[in-house]
């Protein structure tokens, strides 16, 4: 088969089922053989294939939203450096470089080039969040990315299949938790070697000579589905302003939402500078979070690649909080970055409600620790929670669900085994979904104790903590209620790196989702359900 | 005279119940289905058991051994028909069930649906106690909250209850100590505690799975007990005993104890069957494809046993889609659905691709040929285009169908896609057997194993009609179609041996390792399980014992698991099952990583033993004079537009010895062998019939 042949829509539907097997399994892979439980309880990475320029054919069903788009634009960024005539078969490169990556250092992108008879015919890649990276840990306290840890710039760290062990030296050297890092940067090589094989058979039994025409089929396809759903929007300017806790004071994201024809156009203009903290965003990660956004409101059912973001462009002053120049800090970009797929939906629900959802208590929440354990070794890591979901026209919002992220929870008792905490409680926060015809989901509160033998270095993610951050209602609904971070019961700057001494107990408490609808249209059952179930206050509507 | 020496088997379906028996002496089994009666499942087994015995004249005093599979419960599971419920867990751990793991299984549908707790929060109550992570105990159980809370569920009308306590994998003190408080205070109620059901860290799907326990045991009690009232009743008084999800059996009170090990029974019974057959054929490691007409099952068979997985998810929300359902960690047969049967209904995406399933017409409408008010083309329309079967004969004649009333649905995707109808058809076709095969294939690879050393068993409704083409997509290049697929779970019942496996967490490094602990943790769970095979059989033999234990290098969160030498062990062990594990992780991911640490996690002990079964006879056509075709007609094939004449057969007419080459079209009552141009078929004395597919020629796709 030609590669410039058109495809059918059997033919086509064989392959790309195909093609989305490959980058699954490898997926599949990388979650058994991984060492941190970033990865393989949080899911916190991204398999995918490209052609030979680096545009993406698939990316893995389960990849989590900021690596949208963001694996390819890597590799197109390496390829500078790197092109192809100085690649060969079994070459790795890699980097973790925030404005060429995804915005901040722990994830890690690793891509191979595919080779079919000496020629370059495309590249596997994933990337995938580190456990640690160096640095001070993970914080929105950082003034410059050079205290966030160490930064890889684009290079080659496997030879022809033979790891840099100079590279490999100098990263353990670097950070807290070497067994973990490399066991995880070999897990991520291993799904690799995967895709390579499993594209080469293919390509082999179809007789495919490249994968260029494959890649601007399945793009241009994606591409029309996403502009016939614009094209049904009325034309027109959709705006949305929100302010976030911030760091010291609070922030303010500006959003104008064009519709024109076929095509969106973002504009964060008005949007606050970027701050000498670890909380500005990078243009990727803005980016991918608001093709989110766009996808999820006019076009879930399309799959996940480049083509069908390419009538959406976002644009945001540089130097704004929401595209930052180095040497900006963005370890904590999600607390201000998982904001804009909501601002995206808020824009549109003044004149779709029943298209979107109500506020979500995201951004994600994170506990980062580090220290030494009783034999003076370094340990560290971290865990994920998150807050109630947005209400809707269908449902009540789910109580405690990741969204716009997709990560998991990591368990109790995993966590008891691992790191020097004992839970007290992870229950549901009683009455902190907004009211409404439907309820906004619960967040949820944990309160832990520290049994480190001495002192412990913790840092989190946390957002939503001040009023008029709370996830709002839509439609007559009522706002969630805000988070709150506590160390031995008093509340806490959540932005701040703190060290608490053994036997502190520390408090986190998610903000919950926002309702839908007038409070007064709730059903008398499903005010009693929330009673008897303890999800309000007895006192409550 | 009655025969005397025979086993029972029972098969339980939504929609069928299948009996057969089997006669030891002969070999010759003896089947009927009759329709599941749902108000009251045993009065089916009784009532067809009376039939079977009338008819091939037999006694049911004679029977030696009755064994029994059912997707009973999974349906209940499914339509939420089991008990009310309740759960107690450690202080400040209630909401666990509905916290869940905090990940949607689909990341752009706004409007996702979660599962729902079997338990509504009012009837999740705390206790105060609490084990740490390492099993120490911090906090005693506080028995006089534990009764009151255990009043206030009764009061609430609650039948059956879950105990889930932290860390209770480490130590089951409290949790033991809940349930002999309960059985004994209140025996009204029934108890389920995790430790017992589900021994393995991870508090949400262990409070999932035990949880699903409790719901489902009244009506297993109930059930176990009427049909082994009924059974006797009616002269059986051979023991009965249950299939597990696993494949293994177990006697009826370990049933009714942990019913949650028998939500995969039924379709366990069905792989152990494909196992049985392919081996008579000397084929050992194979794929099992059962298409019927809503979904596609498969299942791996390797050196002639079905592989176990150790997870499940039961009750999916979104039928086919990973993470949507409730996790059950009980070892299973492993299977995955995938929804593709001859009902499934084809479309035009978004896309403008053509997609077949997964939304199914079922039985009703059911496809459009059967002109029951289905318009929607599906994947029993295109095949019925392409010639693949006798409009006269489907189904044994039992259902008309009506190629206009195909052709008219499969023309309404024309427009969409710029194709024409006989595209079309070759396209569903092709697009599900694509479906199929990609499933299988990162089914296959996720254990490391290459497709193409397998060989493909089909059966169902559809496994005939479309294995080839799917075998092609695969590499594979050997078929076997079995005889008797209609009720092949039932007897697969009956040939499968004894099995009883236990397990128990350890979290241990294999450096450092307690060697005499180890060995008397292995030797406790032997004991165990050759006690319960012995029981099961009632016989002397000894049963095989072999030790596996889930492992993984230190920091990894998923284990490998791994066959272990035999024992016992001693310091000198270490080794070799360093050598076994290392074997094992590069045979499934290829690479090692830079870690020598090395982890147990659980250990595991499987028990096996013969039943004595293993012989069939296959009732074939003795004849030596030359089959002829019945008929032949226009058959369109995968690659080629034109359609091509094939001869067609009735299987029962053919000789053991047969040879046929393609193309060719082999019916049976119940489903139709189409083997493509360039393959031989050969009839088997074992009944079963081999397809050998020519060597590949790569430009044959879609």
């Known amino acids: ?541 | 005279m009655a025969v005397m020496n025979l086993s029972l088997g029972i098969d339980i379906g939504g929609t069928f119940t299948d009996i057969v028996a089997y006669e030891h002496d002969t070999a010759r089994f003896h089947s009927h289905k009759i329709l599941t009666t749902p108000e009251d499942p045993s009065q089916a087994v009784v009532s067809g058991i009376e039939h079977l015995f009338r008819t091939a004249r037999l006694d049911c005093a004679g029977v030696r051994r009755v064994v029994h599979a059912t997707t009973l419960f999974t349906n209940a599971l499914i339509e939420r028909k089991g008990a009310a419920t309740g759960l107690i867990t450690t202080r400040g751990f209630r909401d666990t069930i509905e916290l869940r793991r905090e990940h949607k299984y689909e990341l752009y549908d706004l409007f996702i649906e979660l599962p729902h707790p079997l338990v509504r929060r009012a009837l999740r109550l705390e206790v105060d106690e609490r084990t740490l992570a390492d099993g120490s105990i911090e906090t005693r159980l506080d028995e006089n909250e534990l009764r009151e809370r255990v009043r206030d569920l009764i009061t609430a009308g609650v039948e059956s209850v879950a105990v889930v306590l932290l860390h209770s994998y480490a130590n089951p003190a409290h949790e033991q100590a809940a349930r002999a408080l309960i059985e004994c205070e209140f025996p009204q109620l029934q108890v389920s505690i995790s430790s017992d059901v589900s021994r393995q860290l991870r508090e949400y799907e262990r409070t999932s799975t035990t949880l699903v326990n409790a719901y489902i045991k009244p009506l297993a009690s109930g059930y176990l007990d009427r049909l082994c009232g009924k059974l006797a009743a009616a002269g059986i008084g051979a023991p009965l005993f249950m299939m597990l999800s696993n494949g293994g059996l177990t006697h009826v009170a370990e049933a009714k104890r942990v019913p949650v090990q028998l939500l995969e029974s039924g379709p366990a019974a069905g792989a152990l069957a494909a196992a049985f057959f392919a081996a008579r054929s000397d084929e050992h490691n194979v794929l099992a494809l059962d298409m019927g007409g809503t979904t596609a099952k498969l299942a791996v068979v390797e050196n002639g046993e079905p592989l176990v997985a150790y997870r499940f998810e039961a009750s999916r929300e979104q039928r086919f889609m990973e993470g949507s359902g409730m996790p059950v960690d009980i070892s299973t047969i492993e299977l995955i659905e995938i929804g593709a049967g001859g009902g499934s209904i084809a479309t035009v995406s978004e896309l403008g691709l053509l997609k077949v399933g997964p939304r199914s017409a079922g039985a009703r409408p059911g496809p459009a040929c059967y002109r029951r008010g289905g318009d929607e083309p599906t994947v029993t329309d295109a095949n019925l285009l392409l010639g693949c079967y006798d409009a006269e004969r489907f189904a044994a004649g039992t259902v008309p169908i009506d190629p206009t009333a195909a052709a008219d649905a499969v023309a309404r995707l024309c427009p969409a896609t710029g194709m024409s109808a006989p595209e079309l058809a070759r396209g569903i076709h092709a697009v599900v057997n694509e479906s199929m095969a990609a499933a299988a294939r990162v089914h296959i690879a996720e254990r490391g194993h290459d497709a193409r050393n397998f060989t493909l068993l089909v059966t169902g409704g559809g496994g005939p009609v479309h294995g080839c083409e799917v075998a092609r997509r695969l590499g594979i290049m050997r078929i076997v179609c079995p005889p008797a697929a209609g009720v092949a779970s039932a007897l697969g019942l009956l040939v499968a041996p004894a099995r009883v496996d236990r397990s128990a967490s350890l979290m241990h490094s294999l450096g450092g390792m307690d060697w005499q602990a180890l060995e008397a943790a292995y030797a406790a769970l032997e004991a165990d399980a050759s006690a319960v095979i012995a029981q099961t059989l009632s016989m002397a033999t000894a049963p095989q014992l072999a030790r596996l234990a889930d492992m993984r290098f230190v920091g990894q969160g998923y284990e490998v698991v791994t066959a272990l030498p035999p024992g016992p062990y001693t310091e000198s062990t270490e080794r070799a099952i360093r050598e076994a594990f290392e074997r094992a992780y590069a045979a499934v991911f290829g690479r090692h990583p830079p870690v020598a640490e090395i982890e147990l996690v659980t250990i595991r002990v499987r028990a096996t033993a013969s039943a004595g079964e293993g012989q069939l006879a296959v009732g074939l056509t003795n004849t030596d004079a030359p089959p002829r075709p019945r008929t032949s007609r226009p058959v369109v094939l995968a690659g080629g537009a034109a359609p091509l004449t094939a001869p067609v057969y009735d299987r029962a007419t053919l000789p053991a010895g047969l040879r046929l080459v393609g193309p060719a079209l082999i019916e049976e009552p119940s489903s139709t062998l189409l083997i493509p141009p360039g393959a031989s078929a050969m009839v088997q004395a074992s009944g079963n019939i081999i397809v050998t597919l020519p060597e590949a020629d790569s430009a044959s796709m879609p």
């Open chain 1, 1 to 541: 088969m030609a590669a410039s042949a058109r495809f059918d829509p059997v033919t086509l539907e064989v392959l790309w089922t195909r093609l989305i097997s490959i980058v699954d399994e490898a997926a599949a892979a990388l979650v058994r053989t991984s060492f941190s439980t970033v990865v393989r309880e949080s899911n916190d990475f991204a398999c995918v294939l490209t052609d030979a320029r680096g545009y993406s054919l698939v990316q893995a069903t389960d990849s989590i939203p900021s690596f949208i788009g963001t694996v390819p634009r890597t590799i197109r960024e390496i390829l500078k450096e790197y092109p192809p005539q100085t690649l060969a078969v079994g070459d790795v490169l890699a980097t973790n470089d925030i404005w060429l990556g995804t915005g901040h250092l722990p994830d890690i992108t690793v891509a191979k080039p595919i080779f079919r008879n000496g020629a370059l015919v495309g590249f596997a890649g994933t990337v995938a969040h580190a456990p640690d990276i160096g640095g001070r840990i993970r914080s929105a306290d950082s003034r410059e990315v050079f205290e966030e840890g160490l930064q890889i710039p684009p290079l080659k760290v496997v030879h022809a299949g033979t790891p840099d062990e100079t590279f490999l030296r100098m990263l353990r050297k670097n950070v807290r938790v070497p067994d973990l890092v490399v066991g995880d940067l070999f897990a991520q090589f291993a799904a690799l070697d995967l895709m390579e094989r499993r594209v080469l058979g293919l390509m082999d039994e179809q007789a495919l000579s490249d994968l260029a025409g494959l890649a601007e089929e399945i793009q241009g396809r994606s591409e029309q589905a996403m502009r016939k759903a614009i094209r049904a929007l009325p034309d027109g300017v959709y705006q949305h302003e929100t302010i976030t806790d911030g760091f010291e004071r609070p922030i303010r994201l500006r959003l104008a939402l064009t519709v024109k024809d076929d095509a969106i156009d973002i504009d964060y203009a008005g949007t606050d500078p970027q701050v000498g903290r670890a909380i500005n965003v990078a243009m990727c990660y803005t980016y991918a979070y608001t093709a989110y956004g766009v996808k999820a409101a006019l076009c879930p059912g399309v799959p996940n690649n480049e083509g069908a973001l390419r009538p959406i462009a976002v644009r945001a002053p540089l130097g704004s909080i929401l595209n930052s120049r180095p040497p900006a800090a963005g370890g904590a970009r999600a607390v201000v970055g998982h904001f804009l797929p909501m601002m995206v939906l808020l824009a549109l629900a003044r004149a779709f409600p029943e298209r979107v959802i109500a506020g979500v208590g995201s951004p994600l929440w994170c506990l980062n620790y580090a220290g030494v354990d009783a034999a003076d070794k370094s340990i560290a890591g971290m865990f994920f929670i998150n807050g109630g979901y947005g209400a809707s026209a269908v449902r009540d919002g789910a109580n405690v669900l990741s969204w716009p992220s997709n990560i998991s929870s990591t368990p109790i008792e995993m966590i008891e085994q691992l790191a020097p905490f004992k839970f007290l409680h992870r229950r549901l926060r009683t009455g902190t979904g907004g009211n409404g015809r439907h309820r906004g989901g619960l967040g949820q509160e944990l309160l832990l104790e520290s049994c480190a033998t001495g002192p412990l270095t913790i840092s989190f993610l946390a957002e939503r903590t001040r009023p008029e951050a709370a996830a709002p209602g839509i439609a007559g609904g009522g706002p969630g209620a805000p988070g709150a971070v506590l160390i031995d019961g008093a509340p806490v700057d959540p932005k701040r790196q703190h060290v608490v001494a053994p036997g502190a107990r520390i408090e986190l408490r998610t903000p919950g989702g926002g309702g839908y609808g007038p409070a007064a249209e709730r059903s008398p059952a499903a005010r009693e359900a929330d009673r008897i179930d303890g999800y309000t206050a007895h006192t409550g509507v």
